[in-house]
């Protein structure tokens, strides 16, 4: 029960499919209470098609869910009432204002009476630039997404669920975006935030899930994940030494005259370091690996390209 | 590898084209749009030359002799009541009676297809985001419009030479049968360049649709009031482009200069469209929305569902208001009217069921305004299908909205909207028909209010079908227009196939027409009644149950 209690999502073993198409294939997922859990995976992965089996849209063919300690399916309104979703796709009502849809979305998730506090209304449509008195069919994507964001986080809810909520905002409110997610999750909410803009979970997320075919592949804090995965290593040398794509975990090897890149496993790092080392170094640079490279690396389905004898090609 | 080049020389040649707007990539737009509208423009053929060949046929069929068709000519010129709705008839030929019959009505259908194929075409695909993925591409500013006008002449060309060659086959002149078709075509036209301009003028489609629909609706109501009677004000019949077609005199005077008119009008709306499109950026409007307010009073399904279908819901219940009124005018004369034709009279009583004409009639009409307020039922729901299917379902499920509240949010219109509809329709009916004959609020009045109001539980049921089907198998969603199509044939037609009853009974209509304006069909209003609420109780826990669709 104690581990229990902090988990505010958890999705053990869950199946769903649409016809023939496994959307869903045995999906585990954690999120603690406090976190900004990265959910990671491209289009198609099935984060979509989990997040609304968490929302009680979709009805799980087997598995089980719990949401915010309540069944997601069975318990769907009274824990609407604790959470607030931003769609990746926002599609809004084109005679309506935006600050009209503001109103009417919190006023629904609070589910009966006021809508919420007017001030953090106002001040969030301050900070994100939205123009309220616009009908919503005047609105770019970036626009509609606004509302939807502002809709969410005027809830002052415990848990966001936020489905590539900044595909269509520019970098500036992206940035305000992130800087609003801290300060929700400062004041105590969790946040769900599927994405595949690798940069924003870097800086947001406390903790990562990634998806592939409907089913988290890995999951763990980015410091975890990083210890999985290879170190990227440049070297200028004197010369090439023999052999070094026969070294074991060696991958994506690529030499240009005297210059070496590769990725290595990190257990094999040291045959790697000694070899290159026999060689003469005259510069070394190693790195973890960017979240893009982990993804890349997920996500590379046929496999990784043997390191093959044409290993000079550009 | 002639593709290449094809592009690059396209802007070359056509740049000049339309002096201001570049006209590249037009055929391409133009095949694609005739593939995007292919169906709907074939439903529009269908409808308009089937109505012209069965026209023929049906008057050759009822009145074989001249002089039976000028007696039933006569008769109609004296009564208002008619001419106002159909026109007037220049020629008591089959020829003649066909142009009279179907000259306007056929106009204004061709109308309709023109005004809703252009505006799809340009200001539904603005909207929807799609043309301006389109206009990245090298196509000239004016490929759009142009595309789409040719779609929709395409079409309304097409059934033009259909519907002179089905008169011509029919054994009418070859004249009036060119012209007859030409004056639908050249009608159609003028309303597509019509539906050019608002589309200019509109940022949404249904706006632009709208005041194009609603001008077509005033063309038709001015022509109405010259063709009131002959002592109406004849001239006003020139200020209505309806009026012009039926100037065209068809199989009688036969005005091809008219014809020519019309389509100089259509050509000169065309280029008014052109004008406001060269000063527009793509995906404004001449008129854009204006502000509105920066907070929101709504904060309910309820609230919102009544924000969107409020005004479909008024002008549904004027709509048929208005009906109803045109209806209680017209019961009574047809005994007089139908008495020379005895074919007519069988059919009427055949489609009804009553022993006097009248009351067949008045139940006749209600069968038919029922099937109109049934269409309204069934769109409702088709509202809840479409607020699912663009994924704001989703967005309102992810609140604290149960899945009934928003499933009953759309039912409750479903069941108020056309029963609010019949009702008026049945007081206007009532009310016309009893100031004619007995006084206002005698058994007239009764008839007429009842011929329309038992009509309201056969609409609750074709609601709570669409409701059963959006619950249960959303996919399947166009099927019920074809069920809703199955029952109106099954009932309008099937007694004249003399189909087996069981199989006429599967139609709910088939249950209150017929005697049901002299005494009110208790059991099979009851029987109705029953249906609707399993059907909804149905629909009620099966949309608790399913996947809520995503987009």
């Known amino acids: ?314 | 590898m002639s593709t290449a080049a094809a592009p690059s020389s396209d802007v070359d040649r056509s740049s000049a084209g339309l002096g201001i707007l570049p006209l590249a990539g037009f055929a391409a737009l133009y095949r694609f749009g005739l593939r995007r509208e292919r169906l709907p423009l074939l439903a529009w053929t269908y409808g308009i030359v089937a109505s012209v060949a069965a026209t023929v046929v049906a008057f050759r069929n009822l009145y074989p002799n001249p002089a039976e068709r000028a007696q039933f000519a006569e008769s109609l010129r004296g009564n208002p009541v008619f001419t106002v709705i159909t026109g007037p008839i220049w020629s008591s030929s089959i020829g003649g009676l066909t142009a009279w019959r179907m000259g306007l009505l056929g106009s204004a259908l061709a109308a309709l297809a023109g005004i809703f194929t252009v505006v799809r075409r340009t200001r539904s695909e603005e909207e929807s985001g799609r043309a301006e993925l389109l206009a990245s591409t090298p196509i000239g500013r004016g490929a759009a419009l142009a595309a789409a006008l040719a779609c929709a002449g395409t079409a309304l060309v097409g059934i033009g030479v259909l519907v002179a060659v089905v008169c011509v086959v029919g054994g009418e002149p070859l004249g009036g049968s060119a012209l007859l078709g030409a004056v639908i075509a050249a009608s159609g036209l003028v309303f597509a360049g019509l539906a050019a301009v608002t589309a200019q003028v509109f940022d949404s489609a249904r706006s632009a649709m709208g005041a194009a629909g609603a001008l077509l609706g005033l063309s038709f109501a001015i022509r109405g009031v010259a063709d009131s009677g002959s002592s109406g004000p004849q001239w006003l019949r020139w200020l209505s482009p309806l009026g012009w077609a039926e100037e065209v005199r068809a199989f009688a005077d036969n005005r091809v200069w008219v014809v020519a008119l019309t389509v100089a009008l259509a050509v000169a709306l065309v280029a008014v469209a052109v004008a406001l499109l060269a000063h527009r950026d793509v995906g404004l409007s001449l008129l854009p929305a204006r502000p509105g307010p920066a907070t929101g009073r709504l904060r309910s399904v309820p609230g919102l569902v009544v924000r969107s279908l409020r005004g479909t819901a008024i002008a549904w219940c004027l709509a048929l208001l208005a009906y109803g009124a045109v209806n209680g005018a017209i019961v009574d004369s047809a005994d007089g009217l139908l008495s020379g034709s005895a074919g007519m009279r069988e059919a009427l009583t055949q489609l009804g069921g009553a022993d006097v004409l009248t009351q067949a009639v008045l139940s006749a009409v209600g069968t038919v305004t029922g099937l109109l307020a049934a269409i309204a039922a069934i769109s409702v729901v088709g509202r809840l299908a479409a607020e699912e299917s663009n994924g704001r379902a989703e967005l309102l499920l992810s609140t604290a909205v149960t899945r009934f509240r928003l499933q009953s949010g759309y039912l409750v219109p479903m069941l108020l909207i056309p029963a609010a509809a019949l009702t008026l329709s049945g007081l206007a009916c009532g009310l016309v028909h009893g100031i004619r004959t007995d006084g206002a609020f005698g058994p007239a009045f009764r008839a007429g209010l009842q011929a329309m109001m038992v009509q309201i539980p056969v609409t609750w049921t074709f609601g709570a079908l669409a409701a059963l089907v959006h619950a249960l198998r959303p996919s399947w969603w166009p099927a019920i227009w074809a069920v809703f199509a199955g029952c109106v044939l099954l009932t309008m037609i099937g007694p004249s196939l003399q189909l087996p009853q069981w199989l006429l009974d599967v139609s709910p209509l088939t249950h209150v027409t017929g005697p049901a304006v002299t005494q009110i069909p208790w059991t099979a209003v009851g029987v109705l009644l029953v249906m609707t609420a399993a059907l909804l109780a149905v629909a009620v826990v099966g949309f608790r149950r399913r996947d809520v669709l995503s987009r």
């Not at chain 1, 209690?5 to 073993?13: F, P, T």
């Not at chain 1, 009908?135 to 502002?150: E, M």
């Not at chain 1, 595909?167 to 004041?187: H, K, N, T, W, Y």
């Open chain 1, 1 to 314: 029960m104690g581990a229990d209690a902090e988990l505010v999502i958890e999705m053990r073993d869950v199946d769903k499919s649409f016809g023939s198409v496994h959307a869903l294939n045995k999906l585990n997922l954690q999120v603690r209470r406090g976190e900004v859990h990265g959910f990671l995976g491209p289009n198609g992965a099935g984060k979509s098609t989990a997040i609304r089996v968490l929302l009680g849209l979709l009805h799980a063919d087997a598995g089980r869910s719990r949401l915010l300690g309540g069944d997601p399916w069975t318990d769907a309104v009274s824990l609407h009432r604790r959470l607030a979703y931003v769609p990746g796709d926002v599609t809004l009502w084109p005679s309506l204002t935006g600050g009209e849809v503001i109103d009417l979305l919190t006023s629904l998730r609070s589910g009966r009476g006021a809508p919420t506090n007017a001030g953090r209304r106002d001040e969030l449509i301050e900070r994100f630039q939205l123009d309220p008195k616009r009908k919503c069919r005047t609105y770019s994507k970036g626009n509609r997404q606004k509302v939807a964001i502002i809709a969410a986080l005027a809830s002052e809810v415990e848990l966001l669920v936020l489905d590539e909520p900044t595909s269509g905002l520019d970098p500036l409110m992206e940035a305000v975006f992130q800087q609003c997610i801290r300060q929700a999750v400062g004041s105590g909410s969790t946040v769900l935030l599927s994405s595949h803009i690798l940069s924003e979970v870097e800086s947001l997320g406390d903790r990562v899930s990634i998806i592939a075919g409907g089913t988290v592949v890995e999951s763990g804090t980015l410091a975890q994940l990083r210890h999985l995965t290879r170190t990227s290593v440049q070297a200028q040398l004197d010369r090439v030494p023999a052999g070094l794509s026969e070294l074991p975990g060696v991958h994506d090897l690529r030499v240009e005259h005297t210059r070496v890149s590769l990725s290595v496993d990190s257990n094999e790092l040291g045959k790697v370091l000694a070899a290159l080392t026999s060689a003469g170094v005259q510069t070394l640079t190693s790195r973890p690996p960017t979240l893009e490279e982990l993804f890349l690396r997920h996500y590379d389905q046929p496999g990784d390209p043997a390191p093959s004898p044409s290993a000079d090609q550009q």
